[in-house]
């Protein structure tokens, strides 16, 4: 009877180790588990980073690339032209007077020569409204070392006295073409083809 009374003891006992066996392999299942899920949540999260970052550096090199481009185009040589002749407009000093002869080929130069001369020759220069607005049109390429710009433009001519006042205010639009040539890294104006131009007094005048 003892012997018969001891075992259902034993196989309860051996039951109970048996399901605490089998709770702790289940808790330590999960933590391993949860510790794979977090790694591989940290790793998905890495990737994620570092596919940002590639991605954000592409697209700064294509942006730099395209700025590079640009400033060494025809089209950006144009427009570095434009502001060249507006500031020795605005304050023709002979440094300023001497960029232009740097900047501009003979014909080019002797194209926009009456206007400067025109403000010399009277004591004035551009102040107040004066400024441009440049479209480019079409561009092309002659050569590799021959470029054309067709732009339409609209220049504000407010001119100016030695004392600051108004002398006369135009608004000039205008279509022409530049034919530039490849002087070393950079471009020159070598001609400027007008095709269209017409001048109306300032709104405000």
Known sequence: MALS????????LFALALLVAVLVWANQRESTLAATEARADQA???????EAVVTAQAAVQAA???A????????AAVDRSLSLVLAAEREPT???????NDTFGPS?????????????????????????????????FSGSDEAQV????RWT?????????RSRCLVETSEQTYVLQRAGPEWQVMDIQLASSSRTDCPNN
Do not use: C
């Open 5 to 12: 009374a001891a075992i259902p003891v034993w196989l309860a």
């Open 94 to 100: 002979d440094q300023r007077l001497k960029a232009l």
């Open 44 to 50: 998905e999260s890495r990737a994620a980073t570092a």
């Open 68 to 75: 590079l481009a640009y400033a060494n185009s025809p089209e």
């Open 157 to 165: 001519y407010d001119e100016r006295s030695g004392s600051d006042q």
């Open 108 to 140: 080019a130069l002797a194209f926009m020569r009456p206007e400067v001369e025109h403000l010399l020759s009277g004591g004035l220069h551009l102040g107040g409204d004066s400024g441009y607005d440049v479209s480019v049109l079409n561009s092309a």
């Open 64 to 66: 730099t690339a395209t």
């Open 150 to 153: 067709r732009t339409r433009e």
